[in-house]
């Protein structure tokens, strides 16, 4: 098996609606490559009430290795919110902590919001050799 893929929550709002990164998003969920962050999952269920929604989702989150929130996530994602407040170059709390594992486990990070995350020290961003 290959290096796993962080995706971001947009990445998996995209392949539930059908969007642009969809085809992507399904390759790596049929490799048995996708990771979710436990950010991504409390997101993902945020104000959904929806019984076939929060199936879809459930659904979803089982095809993928979920990433649990450790101490040493928490210590990187603390050193990233200081670093970027310093900067003046904040982002959320949960894309800072999204990032966080991915730098945390060495995972790419597979987003559409790049410029939340281009502040982030030693993130790699996803792109597959097959994209568009």
């Known amino acids: 098996m290959e290096t796993l893929v962080l995706l971001d929550t ?74 970027l407040k310093k900067s003046g170059r904040s982002i959320c709390n949960e894309d800072i902590l999204i990032a966080s594992c991915a730098v945390t486990k060495g995972y790419p990070l597979f987003t559409i919001n790049t410029k939340h995350f281009l502040t982030i020290p030693g993130l790699i961003l996803y792109e597959d050799s097959n994209s568009q």
């Open 10 to 83: 947009a990445v998996v709002i995209d392949f539930l609606a059908g969007r642009s990164t969809a085809a992507r998003t399904e390759k790596l969920l049929i490799e048995s490559n996708a990771a979710v962050s436990v950010i991504s999952i409390y997101e993902l269920f945020n104000g959904v009430t929806n019984r076939r929604h929060i199936r879809q989702r459930e659904q979803f989150i089982k095809l993928c290795e979920a990433v649990a929130i450790d101490a040493a996530i928490a210590r990187k994602a603390s050193s990233f919110y200081t670093a």
